[in-house]
């Protein structure tokens, strides 16, 4: 009876340490993929922040073009409208000129034609 306590207490010893062993076993298992879920949780979260701060500067690049163009498209109008206003002020010079030198031309005839009577 004696000898047959000792097996079983070696038996129950030898499952309590197997048993011990698998929970062990299960913890550094556990363990491991807790690290694993962390590392790529950290990566996953790091993308998004370099993706967030790639569209930002995309953006912020795409303004800056938008300001540029609106820039240049302003300095046409402008350029424009500064030529259409010396064109204008030409013409109205050149008829300014044409008008006086239409009347000069009238006075010259007028002077000639009374002239000519009074001879």
């Known amino acids: 009876a004696r000898r047959r306590q000792q097996t079983d207490e070696a038996a129950a010893k030898g499952q ?4 011990q062993a698998e929970a062990e076993e299960k913890s550094k298992n556990t363990s491991q993929i807790e690290a694993r879920k962390k590392y ?10 370099r993706l967030k701060a790639e ?10 073009e938008v300001e540029q163009c609106v820039l240049r498209s302003a300095r ?6 500064e030529a259409a206003a010396k ?5 109205r010079q050149a008829e300014k000129e ?22």
Do not use: G, P, Y
Not at 40 to 49: G, N
Not at 56 to 62: F, P, Q, S, Y
Not at 87 to 91: D, G, I, K, S, T
Not at 98 to 119: D, G, H, Q, Y
């Open 40 to 49: 790529f949780e950290e990566e996953a979260m790091e993308k998004r922040a």
């Open 76 to 81: 046409r109008w402008q350029e424009a409208d």
């Open 55 to 64: 569209e930002e500067d995309k953006i912020e690049n795409l303004s800056k």
């Open 98 to 119: 044409e008008r006086s030198k239409n009347t000069s031309e009238m006075e010259a005839r007028k002077k000639l034609f009374e002239e000519e009577a009074m001879e």
């Open 87 to 91: 064109e204008q002020e030409a013409r």
């Open 16 to 19: 309590e340490v197997r048993r």
